[in-house]
């Protein structure tokens, strides 16, 4: 043989080397385990730990009620008779002192189906 056909076995035994390493470093170890033979019973567990409960999903109810709220005038820790309204209510929309602010179908301000 000479030294250049040496040389190729060589760098070819080599990465042979290298490679069952590397196969050999990422076999699976073996996990130890617990080994108990199974039968029927009666499941005996208990849970006391201590939690804190997260709201992930938060949801705004709202009734189809005409009319508006007026503000509340108690503050937390009122005395309140017995029969007495609270939060009153009035039927129709509150009058604006402005002239232009009533409700309208259409803004005027250019929007989409505006003449």
Request: hydrophobic share 35%.
């Amino acid at each position: 043989m000479n030294a250049q056909t040496r040389r190729r076995v060589f760098v070819i035994s080599v990465g042979v080397v290298v490679a069952a390493a590397l196969a050999y470093g990422f076999l699976p170890k073996p996990v130890p385990v617990d080994v108990a033979k199974a039968a029927r019973g009666p499941l005996r567990v208990t849970v006391e730990e201590e939690g804190r409960t997260r709201v992930r999903d938060r949801f705004v109810l709202s009734a189809p009620v005409a009319g508006y709220l007026r503000r509340i005038e108690l503050n937390a820790g009122d005395r309140v008779k017995k029969a007495s309204r609270s939060p009153s209510s009035s039927r129709s929309a509150p009058r604006s002192s402005i002239p232009g602010a009533r409700p309208s179908g259409r803004s005027g301000l250019g929007c989409q189906g505006d003449p």
